[in-house]
């Protein structure tokens, strides 16, 4: 998008809100209402920044609600155990090899 010439900048920005900020779209973003609004009244007059803010939001949003909620998961938990039980044998085996 930030590469777009300005003929296509009014095609670009209506092709991704129609396809991630409209309202019951299939792949919908998870934003606030007056962040998609925002980008909603942008549209008539897009610009290369109109989708900072709901990058901003977007941001935020796995910061301090996606990651801290995955990193308490079981799912997590047992990748973590899983990773350091490959971990501990690759260590074994190099240690075997080189003694």
Same mark, same amino acid.
């Given at each position: 998008? *930030?590469?777009?010439?300005?003929? *296509?900048?009014s095609?670009?920005a ?13 792949? %919908? /973003?998870? /934003? ?9 009244? *942008?549209? !008539? ?5 109109? &989708?900072?803010?709901?990058?901003? #939001? /977007?941001?935020?949003l796995?910061?301090? !609600?996606?990651?801290?909620r995955?990193?308490?998961? !079981? &799912?997590?938990? %047992? ?8 971990? %501990?044998? #690759? ?9």
């Amino acid at each position: 998008f *930030q590469t777009t010439c300005p003929e *296509q900048l009014s095609i670009k920005a209506n092709s991704i809100y129609e396809r991630f900020f409209k309202l019951g779209s299939k792949e %919908e /973003i998870n /934003i606030d209402s007056s962040c998609r609004e925002l980008v909603l009244q *942008q549209l !008539d007059n897009p610009t290369l920044s109109m &989708f900072d803010n709901a990058l901003e #939001h /977007i941001k935020t949003l796995l910061e301090l !609600d996606c990651v801290p909620r995955f990193l308490k998961s !079981d &799912f997590w938990k %047992e990748s973590e155990k899983e990773s350091e039980g490959r971990n %501990e044998n #690759h260590i074994s085996k190099k240690r075997k090899k080189s003694g």
